[in-house]
Every structure is written in structure tokens, then in C-alpha cells.
């Protein structure tokens, strides 16, 4: 039986009316697509792509994390739909339609997913906006289903669908998994303790930083300050979604990463702190030190496969205080140097362990908590920014080009009232932005600060 670990079953203890849990994509193909080839071509792929056919099973009495069971009678009909822009059709009107699909709750009875296909874009193109619950993807997770329905993909049935537990099962395995909890916690307390300083949330406690030097048996490299300022982002998030989207081409970005030694992801985050420099002076609320920023990253051949969520997170400082924008890039190169030193050198699954050393029904509780604390007190990161590669080379669906596919993610009171999240397809990185209506209310104007930050960055 396939269960969800601790921390894919997060994503469903925090979510409330306003801190949502979708993640998702808006996929803007060459020329109109008729749903029915939709519908064709998922119940033809259907059976590969097991996030799409899993419904949640819930363990009685919340006494233990929910079960993943194949629904084997999927109602396509259901969760594809479609509609159609009226006029104007501009590209800031097909974002607030996404944005308001996406703040939308999935219903938890069904799989949890849902495809909406938008007709009448300019220029004949049409979207397919995605939207998958985080509990049961990641963002690399949520690239491979999209390539899954693409021409070029030849999908395999993943295995004999697995039914729903029965009660008996679920209970014995519950109380085992609290026996084991003891084991959890000893195990997460011996690989953490070195390492409090790099742990959101942890690293903030009283003298984290040294106690974790303390039980060090080994130097590892230091690490700045996370103090993260106060800034507009941050504050309760409401149920409203904005979301804006825009295009960079790659090989800009690979000529400043070849012409100043850095990475792409260091650019990336560059171009990040540009704009939100730029988003900050224009409100007057520039802090004098940097933000903070979590960076998800793929634990992909370091955690068990079989999990929905691989991932865990870097926190990191964005220089927006640094008024110069080569020493911006060096400072964000330099930084993010430190932090992959550091987490080259620890073990991969800590924020899993941490999860898994509470019982399941505490463990909900706990999440809801952390999210209590943090609308009263100071959260741990202003902002997310993501980076998830993609194919470089063409692909299509039902034979019609795909042109762009734009991230769409989440934003709560723990992560920021801004998401700014990059997929790299084709020779461009097509990045989404999605934010909370009340903090972030113009997120298009990340999209032309984003341009300028580049341009900035031209050698």
C-alpha cells in the first residue's frame, strides 16, 4: 500500500481557506485544441500517470498519514474542462482567469487534480492550465506528467493498480508507525543537532547556531545571517490569487552566466532580487539588509522514489540592499557557493525526519501550529524562488505546438505573499508568478522589472 509520508501530507495539514496547496502550470500551445483530443489523450496515457489516478484514503480517527488508492473509474469528464476568453483578449486577462482557478480548493474525494482548457487567446493559441495538489507532486514530479502527455512520450503502465486499505490494515500499521516514532526522533535529533543553524524555523531558536557548532564533530562551512527583515510580502495570506507570467530567453542568460563564472540558478536568483529591489523602492520599503529567500531543490537519487515530494529547501539571502547589479550577482554567487557546500556535507532527508518524528496525529497538529506562530512573529523567508529544468526542443500535444509553459505555485503565510518560479523549455525560461491579491496586488510588474534586471546583467 502506498502512503503518504509526512512531509507530502503537510501540504494537507496547512491548507485552510487561504493558504492553498495547488501547484500547477499554464501551457500555452501554437493554435486551438479541441477538448476531445484532450480527453483522448489522457485516457490513453491514463494508466502511466498514477499522480492522476489516485484518490486520498483517510485513516480513522486521523491516527495516522492518509493512503494513496487507485481510482479505477476516473471521471475525465469531471476534471477537463473548458472555457473561453471574451474580449479583449490579453494576455493579463487570461492570467486572472488562472489565478482564479488556481485559489480555488480541490475537492479531497476525487483525485486531485484538475484541467481547464482556455480557448480564444490571440493569434488563435489556447491554454491548458493544470492544477495538481502538492501532497501528491513536486515541481519535477508536475514537468513529468506534462512530457507524459506530449507526442514524443511512449507511457508504460506503472504497475498493477493498488485498492484502498482495509481498516484493520490501516490501524496496525498506525500503531507501528507510533512505536517507531521514538526511533524517528532519536535519528533526526543525531543528524540535526550539527546542523540547527541550516534549519528553517529551528535556526532562529536562542543560540541555535551554537549549539549546533557545539556538537559539530567536524567543521563545516559557515553560515550568514538568516534574519529576515519585515517587508510587504509577509503577512497573513488571503484566499485571493494574482498571477502574471513572462519570457526570458535562455541564451541571455547563459551568456551572463559564461561572461561572469557563475551558474544559471545564480542568475536566476539575481534577476529575482533585482526586481523585487525594484518592487520595494517603488512602495518605499527597501529594507538595509537582505531578504531571505527559500530555494527548493531536487532530492532525486537521494530519498525514497516512491515519494511525491523529493525536494526540500535552501534558504539564502537575496542581496536587494546592494544597490550595484555585478556585485548583486557576486554576492547571490558567492552565498549560494556556501550554502551547497553546506548541504553537500549533511544528510538530504532532515526536514523529512523531523516530520516523521512526531506522531501523525500531532504532526497535523504541529503544522497547523507553525503556521499560527508564524502569523504572529516574524516568518522564515520573504520569498520562493524555484528553478526546474525543462526540455530544450520542441514539443506538442495532439500534434499542435507547445509554445510556453508558465509555472503556477503556491503562496502561504510561512512562504510570502509571492512565488516566482522558472521552467526552462525551448531555448527560454518561461517564469510564473504567483501571488497573494492583498501583499503582491500587481504582479505584472515583476515581469517588466524581471526584463530590466537582465538587460542590467548584458555584458
Known amino acids: 500500500m502506498r502512503q503518504l509520508n509526512a512531509l507530502d501530507a503537510q501540504f494537507l495539514n496547512f491548507e485552510t481557506a487561504t493558504n492553498i496547496a495547488n501547484v500547477g502550470g499554464l501551457t500555452v500551445l501554437a493554435k ?32 495516522d498519514h492518509p493512503y494513496w488508492a487507485d481510482d479505477d473509474q476516473v471521471d475525465l469528464d469531471y476534471h477537463v474542462r473548458e472555457l473561453t476568453l471574451k474580449p479583449p483578449r490579453v494576455d493579463a486577462k487570461l492570467a486572472d482567469q488562472v489565478a482564479r482557478l ?17 480557448h480564444g487567446l490571440d493569434g488563435g493559441r489556447c491554454g491548458i ?80 547556531g551554537g549549539l549546533a557548532r557545539l556538537m559539530r564533530r567536524e567543521a563545516l562551512p559557515e553560515l550568514p545571517e538568516f534574519a529576515v527583515p519585515h517587508t510587504p510580502l509577509n503577512g497573513p495570506v488571503s484566499s485571493h490569487r494574482r498571477y502574471a507570467f513572462v519570457e526570458l530567453p535562455l541564451k541571455e542568460i547563459k551568456r551572463v552566466k559564461n561572461a561572469f563564472g557563475v551558474t544559471v540558478n545564480d542568475v536566476v536568483l539575481t534577476l529575482a532580487a533585482s526586481a ?7 512602495r518605499k ?3 538595509e539588509v537582505p531578504l531571505i529567500a527559500g530555494v527548493p531543490f531536487s532530492l532525486r537519487g537521494r530519498v525514497n522514489a516512491d515519494e511525491a515530494n523529493q525536494v526540500s529547501i535552501m534558504i539564502t539571502q537575496l542581496p536587494t540592499h546592494v544597490a550595484d547589479a555585478r556585485r548583486r550577482l557576486d554576492a547571490v554567487s558567492e552565498g549560494m557557493r556556501q550554502i551547497k557546500q553546506r548541504f553537500a ?35 522564515p523567508v520573504n520569498v520562493v524562488v524555484s528553478n526546474v529544468p525543462g526540455p530544450q526542443f520542441p ?65
Open 395 to 459: 514539443l506538442r500535444i495532439a500534434g499542435v505546438r507547445l509554445l510556453s509553459h508558465y509555472p503556477v505555485s503556491v503562496v502561504t503565510d510561512v512562504s510570502g505573499g509571492l512565488n516566482i518560479t522558472v521552467f526552462s523549455y525551448n531555448g527560454h525560461l518561461d517564469i510564473g508568478i504567483t501571488t497573494c491579491g492583498e501583499l503582491v496586488p500587481d504582479p505584472w510588474a515583476f515581469s517588466g522589472y524581471l526584463r530590466e534586471a537582465l538587460d542590467e546583467l548584458k555584458p
Open 285 to 287: 520599503a527597501l529594507p
Open 276 to 282: 523585487l529591489r525594484r518592487w520595494l523602492i517603488a
Open 102 to 118: 488556481h485559489e480555488r480548493r480541490l475537492d479531497r474525494d476525487r483525485p486531485l487534480w484538475e484541467m481547464h482548457l482556455i
Open 32 to 63: 486551438d485544441l479541441p477538448r476531445e483530443k484532450i480527453l483522448d489523450r489522457l485516457a490513453e496515457r491514463m494508466a502511466g500517470l498514477p499522480q492522476l489516478r489516485r484518490r486520498l484514503v483517510r485513516v480513522p480517527l486521523g491516527l
Open 345 to 379: 556535507l549533511t544528510p538530504a532527508g532532515l526536514l523529512r525526519e523531523l516530520s516523521e518524528s512526531l506522531p501523525a496525529a500531532l504532526n497535523a497538529l504541529a503544522d497547523r501550529a507553525v503556521f499560527g506562530l508564524v502569523n504572529r512573529t516574524t516568518p
Open 129 to 208: 492550465y493544470t492544477k495538481i495538489h502538492h501532497a501528491a507532486v513536486d515541481g519535477l514530479i508536475g514537468a513529468e506528467i506534462l512530457a507524459a502527455l506530449t507526442d514524443a512520450t511512449t507511457v508504460t503502465a506503472a504497475g498493477e493498480p493498488e485498492g484502498p486499505p482495509g481498516m484493520w490494515h490501516m490501524l496496525a500499521r498506525s500503531a507501528w508507525h507510533l512505536a517507531a516514532n521514538p526511533a524517528h526522533l532519536l535519528r533526526f535529533a543525531g543528524q540535526a543537532l550539527p546542523v540547527l543553524d541550516q534549519l528553517p524555523l529551528v535556526s532562529r531558536l536562542p543560540d541555535a
